[in-house]
């Protein structure tokens, strides 16, 4: 516990530490999913309109 | 293989398929491996203490941020000179990752500034030039935004990456030409790195880390930046039709 508490306090410097690991993988975990989000949402719009396209085109048919 | 083996955006596609979850847990393995060294097996510095392990975070981020703007000046200039079809939609699929990691070597050195330097921020040429580049970064995605019709969108953007492109060896050298408080490079030098084995090899291991997450992110958001497109177009074509 003592050995966690010392390597939590960084030698005094844990207020500066922590958070710049901490904004560092809370902003890359943000771009992350949004731009996979982002991709994924494009993916299923594109096949919508196709399959709705391809629908449209076998009526006419 | 001519450059324009790639511009097909249908074998690009595939290819980036392909890429991008190896990239991805590349990414995810190396930043477990990077975090574990940089907080637990990596020395405190015998001056700075425990605050050097922000070098960890900070230098990674910083040589992103130069990185993704070289990558979207080169884009850039290849979307204008050659033409070529995914170029502007790399160079601005690249711009949000390069201002986050501009945002991030900015606040990351300011919470390694306050310990050792006393101050959050200081107006030198280092850190200045870091902040015009936020703004170059901000400025290229509000451009792109502003302008309705995506090919002017695209020819304007691409002139204001490049012509933003001089700020880069202002970044890189600015610590040589003016005083400043940033202290100079110590891995990418002439003589060799100036930094222990034990440190060097974390921050390597976080630099592989970032450009790995670089490389699957990317792929991810110009295969988005490809489907609108290809969304506009049929959406145009619906409306015409």
Known sequence: MESFMQFA???????YVWPAFGIVLAVMLFMWIAGMRGWRKSEQVLASLR???RQREDISE | MSM???ANPTRFTRLAGRIQPWAGGLSAVLLAVGLYLALVAAPADYQQGDTVRIMFVHVPSAWMAMFCYSFLAVASAVALIWKHPLADLAAKASAPIGAGFTFLALVTGSLWGKPMWGTWWVWDARL???????FLYLGYMALWQAIEDSQKAA????VLALVGAV?????????DWWNTLHQP???LRMDGPAIHPSMLWPLLIMALAFQAYFVALLLARIRMELNLRRIRALRLAERAS
Request: aromatic share 12%.
């Open chain 1, 9 to 15: 306090e960084m030698g005094g410097y844990g207020g």
């Open chain 1, 51 to 53: 399959s709705s396209r």
């Open chain 2, 4 to 6: 324009h083996y790639f």
């Open chain 2, 128 to 134: 200045t030039s870091v902040l015009i580049l936020l």
């Open chain 2, 155 to 158: 020819k304007a953007a691409a």
């Open chain 2, 167 to 175: 700020n880069v060896p202002i970044i890189k050298f600015s610590v």
């Open chain 2, 185 to 187: 490079a110590s891995v």
